[in-house]
C-alpha cells in the first residue's frame, strides 16, 4: 500500500539565544554571567578540548540544553571571553606604550606601575590566554583572532618602542616579546613559586624591560668573582643502561617495535602540544597516530605513562645539551647558547611547558619535573651570577622571567601560535634576555 504524500512542513527553529538579544532582562544577564563564570573554572580545569557544554551547564546549575538559550555553543562562550580579556588588555597595553623619555635607573616608579597593571590584566585572563591558540584551530569564527590581537597590542606599544629607538621592523616583534615575558613570568610565579612576592617579579620585569630598550643603561661587564660550578646531573636524566628498558613503557622495546613506539610518541608530541596534558586522551594520541586506542594501549596504561616516556626523553635531550654547553662569557656565546637551547624548544617544548603548568604538582609526574627544575635552575644560576646584572636583580624572580622568555614565550608565541618567525623569536630573545635580564652589550 503506498504511503501518501505528506505536505510539506516548516523546518524547527530553535528560540534565538539570549546572547545575541538586545534586550535581556536581570534574570538572563545574571544567568549568562553564572555561565561564563562556571565556563572559566571548566576551562581552567579541564582545558578548551576537554570541557564540553553540559559541564558547563552542570557547573553552573543547569542542563546543558539551557545553556544555548545564552550562548551559540562552547564556541561562543569562549569567544566572549577573549572579547573580555581585550577589553581588559589593550589599554594597559595603550598606556605602557606611551612615549616618554627614557627613565633614570632610580626612577622607574612610572614604568613599574604600568608593568604591573598590565600585568594584572594578564594574569586575570590567563586561562584565556593560554588556551586561546587551541580554541582557534577548533572554533571558526576565531580563525585569525590571536594574530589580530598580537597586531593591536603591537601598535599600542609602538609609541613607546620608537621613541626608545627600535627600528620600525623590529617593533612588532619586541612588543610580542614584552607581552610573552610578562604574562608568562606571573603565571610560572602563580604556578611555581606562589609565595614570591608580586611586586619583586614586577621589578625585575621593569628593569629587564629598562636594560632591554634603552642600551645606554646595560652595565655590559661581566663582575669578577669565584669560578661557578655547574650542577651535577641526575640519575633520572642519563640514558637507561638497557635499550629495551624504557620509562612509562609496559613492555620490552625491541628493534622491530621501536619505530611503532617512536611514532606513537612523535603522535604523542603533537597531541599534547595541541590540548595540553589535562585535554589529551588516549583516543587522541591513537587518532594522531592513525591507529587504535588498543594500539597505544599496548605501550602505555594511561596518559600519564605516555607523558613519563617523552619526559624522560626531553630530560635527557636537555641535560646533554647543557652539559656540553660552552660557558657564557659575553654576548656573542649568550647568543650562540640560546640558538642551540632554541633548538630543544623547537622539539620538547611541548613537555617543557606542561611541566611548568600543569604537571609540576602531579603525584606521578612531579618528582622528574622537580628535579629537572632544580638541574636546570643549576645552570640559569651560572648563567646569572657570571652576567654584568648579577647581584643588581632578584635571583628568585630572575629564574622566573628566565625562564618564561627560555620556554613559554618560543613554545607559545612561536611553535605553537606562529606569530612570529623562529627568526624573529631568537632575535626578541637575544634583545629580552642577553641585553635585558643579563645586560651584555
Not at 13 to 41: F, K, M, Q, T
Amino acid at each position: 500500500m503506498r504511503t501518501p504524500d505528506l505536505p510539506d512542513r516548516p523546518a524547527a527553529v530553535r528560540r534565538a539565544p539570549y546572547g545575541s538579544n538586545p534586550v535581556l532582562g536581570r534574570h538572563g544577564s545574571r544567568a549568562r554571567e553564572e555561565i561564563l563564570d562556571a565556563a572559566r573554572r571548566m576551562f581552567a580545569e579541564r582545558g578548551y578540548h576537554g570541557t564540553t557544554v553540559e559541564a558547563i551547564g552542570t557547573e553552573s546549575g543547569r542542563s546543558g540544553a539551557s545553556v544555548y538559550q545564552y550562548f551559540e555553543g562552547k564556541g561562543g562562550i569562549f569567544r566572549v571571553l577573549v572579547d573580555e580579556l581585550t577589553a581588559d588588555v589593550l589599554p594597559q597595553a595603550r598606556e605602557l606604550g606611551a612615549a616618554e623619555p627614557a627613565p633614570a635607573a632610580d626612577n622607574l616608579e612610572s614604568l613599574r606601575g604600568r608593568v604591573a597593571r598590565l600585568a594584572v590584566m594578564l594574569e586575570r585572563h590567563a586561562t584565556t590566554l593560554s588556551l586561546w591558540p587551541v580554541a582557534e584551530q577548533d572554533e571558526p569564527t576565531l580563525a585569525g583572532s590571536t594574530r589580530r590581537f598580537v597586531d593591536a597590542f603591537a601598535e599600542m606599544l609602538s609609541p613607546r618602542l620608537a621613541a626608545a629607538g627600535v627600528p620600525a621592523a623590529r617593533r612588532r616583534g619586541l612588543a610580542i616579546g614584552i607581552a610573552a615575558m610578562v604574562q608568562w613570568s606571573h603565571l610560572t610565579r602563580s604556578a611555581r613559586v606562589p609565595a614570591m612576592p608580586v611586586q619583586v617579579l614586577d621589578d625585575v620585569l621593569t628593569r629587564v624591560l629598562y636594560l632591554a630598550l634603552y642600551p645606554a643603561s646595560r652595565p655590559g661587564v661581566a663582575p669578577v668573582g669565584p669560578p661557578v660550578r655547574r650542577p651535577e646531573r641526575p640519575d633520572a636524566t642519563r640514558p637507561s643502561a638497557d635499550p629495551g628498558v624504557v620509562p612509562g613503557v609496559r613492555r620490552r622495546i625491541t628493534d622491530r617495535n621501536r619505530p611503532t613506539l617512536q611514532r606513537l610518541t612523535a603522535a604523542a608530541t603533537t597531541a599534547f602540544r595541541r590540548n595540553g596534558f589535562v585535554g589529551t586522551s588516549i583516543n587522541d594520541i591513537a587518532g594522531e597516530a592513525g591507529v587504535s586506542h588498543a594500539s597505544v594501549y599496548t605501550y602505555w596504561p594511561d596518559r600519564s605513562g605516555v607523558f613519563t616516556t617523552l619526559a624522560h626523553e626531553a630530560s635527557v635531550a636537555l641535560s646533554e645539551h647543557l652539559e656540553r654547553a660552552e660557558p657564557v662569557t659575553g654576548l656573542e656565546s649568550a647568543c650562540h647558547w640560546l640558538e642551540g637551547w632554541f633548538e630543544l624548544v623547537a622539539r620538547y617544548g611541548s613537555v617543557l611547558f606542561i611541566w611548568t603548568h600543569e604537571a609540576l604538582h602531579d603525584p606521578r609526574l612531579g618528582p622528574l619535573a622537580a628535579e629537572m627544575e632544580r638541574y636546570v635552575n643549576g645552570h640559569l644560576d651560572v648563567l646569572l651570577r657570571t652576567a654584568p646584572t648579577a647581584g643588581t636583580l632578584d635571583t628568585g624572580a630572575s629564574h622566573v622571567v628566565l625562564w618564561s622568555l627560555l620556554t613559554d614565550f618560543p613554545y607559545a608565541l612561536s611553535l605553537q601560535l606562529g606569530a612570529v618567525s623562529r627568526r624573529q623569536a631568537l632575535d626578541i630573545l637575544t634583545t629580552m634576555v642577553t641585553h635585558g635580564l643579563l645586560g651584555y652589550r
